[in-house]
Structure formats: structure tokens, C-alpha cells
């Protein structure tokens, strides 16, 4: 066979070629640009003309702060194209993590959008061996700043050459991507993504028993372009021809509505916050979504209620997905086997609700203290994840050994595997409550709670018993205008659960901590919830 090497320069080539007058609909804070691919590749070129006129060598790192639009799209495609890595930079973290994340990293330029070039000056004195700051911006004038290093996006790229050459001779094995963990524990530890991984990654978003990208598809990734590489879409989709929608900042519930509504979009990717947000714009405003062919969800399980909800009231076909950051991200998703589709409505919930079956190209196990675990939708172990995109190390090493073993990505969740290969998270490891010497899954709990018509969001964590070792708390948030009473929770939860499972506290909150991707911060949440025990203590 022949030796081709696997790598994003052939990605844009093919779009160029191929793709011209395919389009990236971008919304920026100076409006809603159409633009076609055949300008996209152009600025390309011309980015990478620019980075290597700053001096940016092979396997020098380039951070981006930037949310989904064209620019960020551009660099995607530029800094690895030209031999250099692109850094994804979460925008959420706290001010030292910031700092600690970019010289971890060793960037050598960094690209930021305008509106959160603030972040940068907040740690200016902390990241100096930054040789330039590019920001990104609609406007003519750049923000006022201190620093010296600073030049404008659009100047660069309009004086750079369009026909820029792009590096063909990447291998495939060179690091084209990094992004760092959330750091829930700990710093954030950086996970670096090969050529080969993306380019496979992305052919298997194309198949049509996971994401099934194509040229026909209007997709809109609403999960963060600094969060695991939007799982993958941006690359896929630039390669398959396919339309983008890039929602911009801070985009509402409903902006994304009308969005849909507006460019006819036929699947979109994101956290269940986001879909649970939506779901509260669809009931509350009028909005046309029939183009939907699914909603992708992953970073965390979503409740059969807000499943249900899309599915049977508007019919937006609801696709269970699992992944992380190590993973590229996808390793699961929920697709319904073709017999499967004959099983009543309960059923076929039951199993959407499931992370589901393997991606093909990545292989699974779950393992506990009695070795592998069985595929019987009983036994629980902690899943192990090993494939082509999936991580074998973090970057530069650091604290390697208490995820990669054995050849395999030890992921800390907590999953059964029914009969016919289909994944549950039951839990991670460390958020699962041990009570009387027997375990309970906080995500059952929640995904029971969240069912609840007057429940907005839930989680549920434990807290230590001088008895049981541990028991469960729930924490509510109600939707608006909704009254609930701790007793009504309880009984709601009664018919579905062991006695033992029921939370022997329902404390209702105004807000649960989340992360910066939108997941249950469930450290923070422990320590409020500490608090307000403490506080409703009599003694």
C-alpha cells in the first residue's frame, strides 16, 4: 500500500478543491458574516504566511482565546498546517491557571479575541516569554493596552501572501493539536493530539451509525472550539464540505434558537446545559426546528426527561454521546440497532439514555477488583479506553501514571455494559456514594430527578454518616414560578429507587457550581453544601 501521511494539510486542500462555494456562517460581535470556504482556505494560507513571518517554527505551540467563529476556525487550520501546534485555551479558567496553562504550554504567540483580552491583561506580568499577542477583532482600532506586542488580526492577514504554502510533509505522528484538562483536581494537565488522531477522529464522525457529518449537513458545534477541539467538528466538517454555524460569544439559548431557525441547521453539538437551556427557549418562544436531524450531547449523561422532551414534543431526534479530553473526544455514542427500533417507546428511551455502543476503531473494557467485568447491564468497573485518537500520555508526562497503564486510558468512570455492547456511566469513581457497605449512583439520582416537570437541574453528592459511611444529598434547582417541598421530592423518588437510595436531604438552590465546559463542579458543590448543613445543624 501506499505510504500517505494522515495529516490536516490534505484537509484543506481537499475543502479548496473540492468545496469552494460551501459556506462558514460565523456571528462575531460586529454581526453575522457568510463567507465562502473558498475565502476560509485563503485566509488560511494567508495565517500561516503570517506565523511563519513571526518567526514560528515547527513544533512551536500558538494559543488561541477565542470562541467559535471564522478567525478561530482559520487557526485551526493554519498553525498545524504550517508545522506549528494549535493550543486551544479555556477561556473560563481562574487567572493563575491562565497563566500556568500558557507557560506550560510554552506559547509563542497567542490569538485573542477582542472581548476577552482582558484575560490576557490580567496576567501580562506573569506569561513574558509571549513574543506576540494577535487579537481578533471586527473593528479598526485594537483595545488600549500596556503591552508593546500587540497587532491586529486582519492588518496581518491582509498584508500576508494568499498563497502561502502549506507544509506537506508533516508526518503524521507530529502533535497538531493540544488542549488541557479542566482541572478539577490539581492543574490542568495537557493532552496533545497527533495528525493521524484528528484526520481518523474526523472519518469517524462521518459514519453513519455515530455523528454521521456529511456535505448535506448544516452543523452548528455550540460546545466550545477550546473544549476538545469541538469534539472534533470543525476539522470534520471543513474536510466533508460541510455548512458550519458558528454561534459566536456568548450565545443565549435564544440566539441558538434563531439560529436554527434562521440557517436551517440539521445537527448541533453540545453540553446538556445547553440543551436544557434550549429546551427552555422552545417552551417559552416560537421557533421553527424541524431541520433538526439530532442534537449531539456528550460531556456528562443526559436525563431521560430532557430526552424525552426533545424527542416526543419536537421531535428532534436526541444523540447520546461520551468522550473526554483525552479521548479526542468521541469513544461512545447512543445509536439505536436496527431491531432495536421495534421495542416500545420506554425501551428505546432506556437505551438512548445509555452512553451506547463503541465507536468503531477504539476498543473497550470495564474492570473492578474481580478483573473484567461482564456484559450483563449489572456489574460495574471503571472503563478503560485504548484506539488511534486516544492519548497515551499528557503532555510533557506530567503525572502520567495515574491515567495510562498497561497500554490502556484508565478514564475513572464508573460504567455497566448491557448485553448487546451498550455503555452506561454510572458514576466516577470518586463521585460514588458508599452506604452501609452498598454503592449508589449520584447519576441515577439526578437523571430520576431531573425527569421532575418542576426541576430545572440536580446533582447530588455525598456527605459523611457516623453509620453508613456516606448518604446521599440531592441539591434542586426548580424552573421559574415552580414550588417543590423536600418531602414531594422524596416521595417522587420513592417508586424508583431502593430505600437506602433515597437522599436523606433535598436542599433547593438558587445555582449549581459547574465547570468551565458546563459540567456539576462537584468539589465546589461539596463545600457549599457542607456549609448549609452546618448552618441548619440546631447543635
Known amino acids: 500500500m501506499m505510504q500517505t501521511q494522515l495529516n490536516l494539510t490534505t484537509m484543506v486542500r481537499h475543502a479548496e478543491k473540492y468545496f469552494p462555494d460551501k459556506t462558514v456562517i460565523s456571528r462575531t460581535l460586529g454581526g453575522v458574516q457568510t463567507i465562502p470556504y473558498r475565502k476560509i482556505t485563503e485566509r488560511i494560507r494567508r495565517l500561516a504566511g503570517v506565523l511563519k513571518e513571526l518567526g514560528v517554527k515547527k513544533g512551536d505551540r500558538v494559543g488561541t482565546i477565542a470562541w467559535n467563529h471564522h478567525r478561530h476556525l482559520e487557526a485551526y487550520f493554519a498553525i498545524p498546517t504550517m508545522g506549528a501546534v494549535l493550543h486551544t485555551i479555556n477561556i473560563r479558567v481562574s487567572p493563575d491557571d491562565l497563566a500556568y496553562i500558557i507557560n506550560h504550554a510554552e506559547d509563542k ?9 482582558p484575560l490576557i ?67 490542568p494537565k495537557g493532552v496533545a493530539y497527533s495528525h493521524r488522531g484528528i484526520y481518523l477522529h474526523s472519518l469517524a464522525l462521518g459514519l453513519k451509525d455515530t455523528v454521521g457529518l456529511s456535505e448535506g449537513d448544516i452543523a452548528m458545534p455550540v460546545v466550545p472550539m477550546f473544549h476538545v477541539n469541538a469534539w472534533g467538528m470543525p476539522f470534520a466538517a471543513l474536510w466533508f464540505g460541510t455548512t458550519q454555524v458558528l454561534p459566536g460569544p456568548m450565545p443565549t439559548p435564544q440566539i441558538l434558537a434563531e ?17 436544557l437551556g434550549l429546551l427552555q427557549a422552545l417552551e417559552n418562544g416560537n421557533y421553527d426546528t424541524s431541520s433538526l436531524r439530532c442534537i449531539l450531547c456528550g460531556g456528562s449523561a443526559a436525563p431521560k426527561g430532557m430526552i424525552r422532551a426533545f424527542e416526543s414534543k ?19 455514542l447512543a445509536r439505536l440497532k436496527s431491531y432495536q427500533q421495534e421495542l416500545d417507546e420506554e425501551e428505546r428511551l432506556e437505551l438512548r439514555s445509555r452512553q451506547g455502543m ?15 467485568i461482564q456484559y450483563d447491564g449489572e456489574t460495574i468497573g471503571e472503563l478503560l479506553v485504548k484506539g488511534p485518537w486516544i492519548a497515551d500520555s499528557y503532555y510533557k508526562n506530567d503525572r502520567s501514571e495515574d491515567a495510562f497503564r498497561d497500554g490502556w486510558l484508565h478514564t475513572g468512570d464508573v460504567i455497566n455494559i448491557d448485553e448487546e455492547g451498550s455503555v452506561k456511566i454510572v458514576d466516577r469513581t470518586k463521585d460514588m456514594i458508599k452506604s452501609g457497605g452498598e454503592w449508589i449512583s449520584s447519576v441515577d439520582i439526578e437523571n430520576a430527578l ?38 414531594d421530592v422524596k416521595q417522587f423518588l420513592e417508586p424508583q429507587f431502593a430505600k437506602f437510595w433515597i437522599p436523606d436531604r433535598v436542599l433547593f438552590m438558587e ?29
Not at 504567540?109 to 483580552?117: A, G, K, P, R
Request: net charge negative; aromatic share 6%; with cysteine.
Open 450 to 487: 431531573m425527569a421532575h416537570e418542576a426541576v430545572y437541574e440536580a446533582s447530588v453528592i455525598a456527605v459523611p454518616d457516623p453509620k453508613w459511611q456516606e448518604r446521599p444529598v440531592a441539591c434542586v434547582v426548580l424552573k421559574e414560578k415552580e414550588t417543590l417541598t423536600e418531602e
Open 314 to 332: 419536537y421531535k428532534i431526534p436526541f444523540v447520546h454521546a461520551y468522550g473526554m479530553t483525552e479521548t479526542s473526544p468521541i469513544v461512545t
Open 121 to 187: 491583561e490580567r496576567v501580562k506580568d506573569q506569561i513574558t516569554d509571549v513574543e506576540k499577542i494577535i487579537v481578533m477583532t471586527d473593528k479598526d482600532v485594537l483595545p488600549e493596552t500596556s503591552l508593546t506586542n500587540v497587532a491586529s488580526y486582519e492588518v496581518l492577514l491582509e498584508g500576508a501572501d494568499p498563497g502561502t504554502e502549506l507544509c506537506e510533509d508533516i508526518d503524521e505522528n507530529d502533535m497538531a493539536g493540544l488542549c488541557y484538562t479542566s482541572g478539577t483536581t490539581g492543574r
Open 259 to 275: 439560529l436554527i431557525e434562521e440557517h436551517k441547521i440539521t445537527m448541533a453539538a453540545g453540553v446538556p446545559t445547553i440543551w
Open 358 to 372: 463503541v465507536v468503531p476503531g477504539i476498543e473497550i473494557k470495564g474492570i473492578n477488583e474481580n478483573g473484567e
Open 511 to 539: 445555582e449549581i457550581p459547574k465547570t468551565s465546559v458546563g459540567k456539576f463542579l462537584k468539589r465546589a458543590l461539596r463545600n457549599q453544601v457542607k456549609e448549609m448543613l452546618s448552618l441548619s445543624d440546631p447543635s
Open 109 to 117: 504567540i497567542l490569538l485573542v479575541d477582542e472581548d476577552l483580552f
